[in-house]
């Protein structure tokens, strides 16, 4: 059985469709075992002995907006990949606070080219670099500087809108609950 996250995008916890029990359902419906759900943002760890990713995806994605109205985005990432992602400790000697997010961006597919921060769009952002097996942008986000908001404008435009982005501490505490 594998084991993987799903990451949605788009997820409000005060629509009533988009709380963890209804997205559980979601999943179990799907036929995935050892479903839950993690904090209030789209975050789902399951079981599938399912190993085609895109078609795993696919299958949520559509499912969630038949089901539930959710037209966001799911990226998965396997058990795997979170682990050797954390492992690897990429932010190492920074600390997340409330002056500074470090930040995991999951992309859909690998860029060709890292995007070089700070910009003038996004002074405030610091990519450190790009873990290909997770297929994630790392950044460290200034959060005392009000220009942070431009950085999801300016990934966007880079990537698309099929990205979602989770602190480095929602990424550990996913890989925790996985151990489970």
Do not use: W
């Not at 995991?104 to 450190?128: G, N, Q, Y």
């Not at 005392?144 to 435009?157: H, L, R, Y």
């Amino acid at each position: 059985m594998n084991r993987y996250a799903a990451f949605l995008r788009g997820i409000m916890p005060t629509n009533p469709n988009m709380r963890g029990e209804k997205l559980r359902g979601v999943f179990e419906g799907l036929g995935f075992e050892k479903v839950s759900s993690l904090l209030a943002s789209g975050n789902v760890v399951f079981h599938s002995p399912e190993t085609d990713v895109p078609a795993l995806e696919s299958a949520i994605q559509q499912a969630l907006n038949t089901e539930l109205g959710i037209p966001g985005g799911t990226l998965i990432r396997t058990y795997d990949q979170l682990r050797n992602l954390v492992d690897a400790d990429p932010f190492a000697g920074l600390t997340h606070c409330r002056e500074t997010y470090l930040t995991v961006t999951f992309v859909r597919e690998a860029p060709k080219t890292i995007p070089r921060f700070p910009t003038e769009d996004a002074p405030a952002v610091r990519v450190l670099g790009f873990d290909k097996p997770a297929a994630a942008l790392l950044s460290v986000i200034d959060n005392s500087d009000p220009s942070t908001t431009k950085f999801m404008q300016v990934i966007e435009k880079l990537y698309t809108k099929d990205i979602t982005t989770r602190t480095f501490l929602t990424v550990q505490k996913t890989l925790a609950k996985m151990d489970k």
